[in-house]
């Protein structure tokens, strides 16, 4: 595993919460990766600012300690090997998203303080790029 750093930003409407991650040569390298062993023609889109998302369109319960973690310096790992998974974008057409997982018990218990659930298995991920 590999770690990475970042900070943590809460959305006004209590939804949403990502960790923006600092800038990163390992997703670069990933990126870069892809176009190397599949020798693909198509182009990796680039993410604009790298980030996880710590919570998505919930609600917490415990709306008082959203801002609490604004700011807040955190670090997780990135597990090796890109993932990938075609999808369909709003008009229909396909998309595939690539990814790292990467996982980070402090992202635990943000959620489980805000009256969420916990993740299911506790990994989350960072989007490296999408082809269409």
């Not at 960790?19 to 990766?33: F, G, H, K, M, V």
């Not at 369109?57 to 300690?65: I, M, Q, T, V």
Request: aromatic share 10%; charged share 20%; proline share 6%.
């Amino acid at each position: 595993m590999y770690p990475a750093t970042g900070t943590i930003e809460c959305g006004g409407s209590y939804r949403w919460m990502v960790l923006n991650l600092d800038p990163s040569d390992l997703q670069r390298y990933y990126a870069a990766l892809y176009h190397l062993e599949s020798l693909r023609q198509d182009k990796l889109g680039r993410v604009k600012t790298p980030h996880v998302t710590i919570v998505r369109n919930e609600l917490p319960p415990n709306k008082s300690l959203w801002r609490t973690f604004a700011g807040e310096r955190v670090t997780l790992q990135y597990l090796p090997g890109v993932q990938s998974a075609l999808k369909r974008d709003s008009l229909g057409r396909p998309v595939t998203y690539h990814w790292l997982n990467v996982v980070c018990e402090r992202f635990e218990e943000i959620r489980t303080s805000l009256g969420l659930p916990r993740n299911s298995d506790g990994i989350y991920h960072t989007t490296i790029g999408v082809t269409r």
